[in-house]
């Protein structure tokens, strides 16, 4: 069976995965677009056999031809999207963040509880590369024991001007908040913001770098470093300490080079080389899912619970102090 998919915004992300259903993957066919452009909407359409552009996302939510609907528009208008497509059963995958606030987050949750059905998955993509996977695999056969500590990194070598400091923890971290949750698989307690000094490569709205330190329920300390002016490429960096030894994330395949005096491998530059092909993974295993009638991957929940770490984090860094995350108890729903 082939899957209907409409697709909610067309902009650059939209356009990687309009490209890796109709090209790229098996299974799904795109047939209905939307975007607040709708001349760049009907420019898309014209390139795809078959697909209709609709004026809103609520529209195409609404299309019969529509089995499953893919939302990759602004951040502020998930919320409404996605409780379209859980009002209409029909399973959605959400590009993060799932909401602007962790208030909108709950709502779906509420409403997907409502619905009696699993329809929602979020676009935490870092839990699909095969780097992660393998990471992960160590820590859950136990190979180091139980994790004590985790050390991580994300930087990338420039940010334009309009990349403001909240966008490194709710746009960047956001990521890490995901990953290392499901990682070493326990809850976030508290959340504390670091700002050391300022690299002269950033901007006068933009503290770069910055660390944040979370700590979880199970006792586990994390400390993640943002820097996004760090000049020399794009690295993703994630170390385990555990009990009775070291895990760290496999650097991305490089051809190893012996030349002109130097021993040397080369650094990405751009987030979609690093994870392209966990991108791939992702959305192929949602639409295997989806044929299903099933989400396997990060759910409602998950995006809720990164949201209210991110707010918290934005408060720690506000009050340099250490901000508590606090939720009420994850549903039996999501069990």
């Not at 590369?129 to 930087?155: E, F, N, Q, S, W």
């Not at 746009?171 to 995901?178: L, Q, V």
């Not at 130097?262 to 979609?272: G, P």
């Amino acid at each position: 069976m082939t899957l209907n998919v409409g697709v909610i915004g067309v902009g650059m992300i939209g356009q990687e995965h309009i490209n890796r259903l109709t090209n790229k993957l098996v299974g799904a066919k795109v047939v209905a677009l939307s975007d607040v452009n709708a001349r760049q909407a009907e420019e898309t359409a014209a390139k795809l056999q078959g697909a209709k552009v609709y004026s809103t996302g609520e529209a195409l939510i609404a299309a019969p031809e529509v089995q499953v609907v893919v939302v990759t528009s602004s951040g502020p208008t998930h919320e409404a999207y996605v409780l379209a497509a859980i009002k209409a059963g029909k399973l959605v995958f959400c590009e993060k963040p799932l909401a602007t606030t962790a208030e909108a987050c709950m709502r779906i949750v509420e409403a997907e509880i409502a619905s009696g059905r699993h329809l929602v998955q979020v676009g935490f993509q870092r839990r699909y590369d095969k780097g992660y996977r393998a990471l992960k695999k160590a820590i859950d056969d136990g190979v180091i024991g139980a994790p004590l500590m985790v050390h991580c990194a994300h930087r990338n070598p420039s940010v334009p001007e309009g990349y403001v400091s909240d966008m490194a923890i709710v746009d960047t971290f956001i990521h890490e908040i995901d990953a290392l949750r499901w990682l070493i698989n326990d809850d976030y307690v508290s959340a504390q913001v670091l700002v050391p000094r300022n690299t002269k490569h950033t901007h006068a709205k933009l503290d770069d770098p910055i660390i944040i330190l979370l700590a979880t329920k199970g006792g586990v300390r994390i400390d993640g470093e943002v820097f996004v002016n760090c000049r020399y490429g794009y690295d993703i960096l994630c170390q385990v300490v555990g009990e009775e030894g070291v895990a760290s994330l496999p650097e991305p395949e490089s051809v190893l080079l012996r030349r002109d005096a130097k021993l040397s491998t080369t650094i990405m530059q751009d987030w979609k080389l690093r994870f392209i092909d966990s991108y791939d993974v992702e959305l192929q295993d949602w639409i295997e899912a989806a044929r299903a009638g099933k989400v396997n991957g990060p759910n409602a929940w998950d995006g809720y619970f990164a949201a209210v770490t991110a707010d918290a984090c934005l408060e720690a860094k506000r009050t340099g102090t250490v901000a508590p995350i606090v939720t009420p108890p994850r549903p039996a729903f999501y069990a």
